[in-house]
């Protein structure tokens, strides 16, 4: 029975055009492809010892303000140090947890982009992007009456390459108006 419906869907989708929506449900959608933006260390040693030298920022942070409690209101480079340490530490935690990476994801029909570290990853759908223009070391998507800058790395030429390859193919299959802009550097 199962063999017969398959074979009854072939049929249809080979032969009319009237039927193709049916074809387009049993494609397999298309896998996402996933770029980081930055240089990340994957490696589980090198985030343990992020997380534990940004514990180790907080733990001297805390200890200089412990210490240092009776002279908080006369030096002010003591909290120039609190905050600085801190603030590191905070960055190394962060990083050795993961999100300090910048990425863009690209499925079917949406494009997920994270630009900066500390916000979280923006969404596109493909009905949202009304055109895309390439440039040699950015992108820009337009969606609505705002544009969205994609800055890429002037150092590693492949990761861009495949990126605006991916840009492109994302564009064809949604039928997003695409735009290759060069600029003299």
Request: proline share 2%; glycine share 4%.
């Amino acid at each position: 029975m199962v063999e017969e419906l398959n074979n009854l869907h072939n049929a249809l989708c080979f032969k009319s055009e009237v039927f193709m929506f049916l074809c387009k449900k049993k494609q397999n959608p298309m896998e996402n492809k996933y770029f980081t933006l930055s240089s990340v260390e994957n490696n589980r040693f090198i985030k343990l010892i992020q997380i534990i030298f940004g514990i180790a920022c907080f733990a001297i942070a805390l200890y200089w303000i412990s210490f240092n409690i009776k002279s908080i209101k006369a030096d002010k480079s003591m909290w120039i140090t609190i905050v600085f340490l801190s603030g590191f530490g905070f960055y190394m935690i962060w990083a050795g947890l993961g999100k300090a990476v910048r990425f863009i994801e690209m499925g079917s029909d949406t494009i997920r982009i994270k630009k900066t570290i500390l916000l979280p990853a923006s969404e596109f759908s493909a009905g949202e992007i009304q055109k895309i223009e390439i440039y040699p070391f950015s992108i820009r998507f337009f969606i609505g009456s705002k544009k969205n800058i994609l800055r890429l790395s002037s150092t590693w030429y492949e990761t861009n390459a495949n990126i605006k390859d991916e840009i492109l193919n994302f564009a064809d299959n949604n039928g997003i108006q695409i735009k290759f802009i060069e600029e003299e550097l």
